[in-house]
């Protein structure tokens, strides 16, 4: 059963290794970056964007869940309901603090947290939202190996992805693959 499902995989992967090619080949490599502009909404919608980014985090681990087709649903749900909620208590606590809106002003958190806390507490806020990007960014490198792993393990990825370490339990393979 496993070997008839074989062909398929080779000429996917057959595939999307000729549309890369040709993509390079017909596109050329970039040489120059120019970073896009961002007006009003493009900025807003990057914050929603990373405001909700989350959300989708319990999915990383349903393969390790009890019922994940009970579990899942509820914990995705709940945590979008987590983020609104605490994004609601951040907007009302900005409004509270009656920062005056300013063009000038170009971190209005920050601004709202020194009108409320002083000096002390614009600088506890703008090291509080370092941690909170880092950990976005830094959560890829343990959910990673796990997309590595199971693509491996269904065939989307050689199956060298999908080996586990004898002495240390882990994908190291993986690993390696995530880090940038």
């Known amino acids: 059963m496993k070997e008839a499902s ?41 914050i929603v964007y990373f405001a909700f980014s989350g959300a989708n985090s319990p999915a990383y681990s349903a393969g390790e869940l009890k019922n994940p087709r009970r579990d899942l649903p509820i914990t995705m749900l709940a945590s979008m309901a987590v983020i609104i909620l605490f994004y609601m208590a951040v907007q009302w606590a900005y409004i509270a603090a009656g920062v005056p809106q300013s063009v000038a002003n170009t971190t209005p958190l920050s601004a709202a947290a020194s009108s409320v806390m002083g000096d ?61």
Request: glycine fraction near 12%; aromatic fraction near 10%.
């Open 6 to 46: 074989k062909p398929p995989r080779v000429v996917g992967k057959v595939g999307a290794t000729l549309m890369s090619v040709n993509g390079m080949i017909g596109g050329g490599i970039a040489t120059e970056f120019t970073l896009p502009r961002f007006g009003d909404f493009e900025s807003v919608a990057l």
């Open 120 to 180: 002390g507490g614009a600088l506890f806020l703008s090291l509080a939202a370092i941690f909170s990007i880092a950990t976005n960014c830094l959560s890829f490198y343990i959910a990673g190996p796990r997309f590595v792993y199971a693509m491996a393990d269904r065939g989307l990825l050689s199956e060298t992805f999908a080996r586990v370490s004898t002495t240390s339990a882990g994908n190291i393979l993986s690993i390696v693959s995530t880090l940038h």
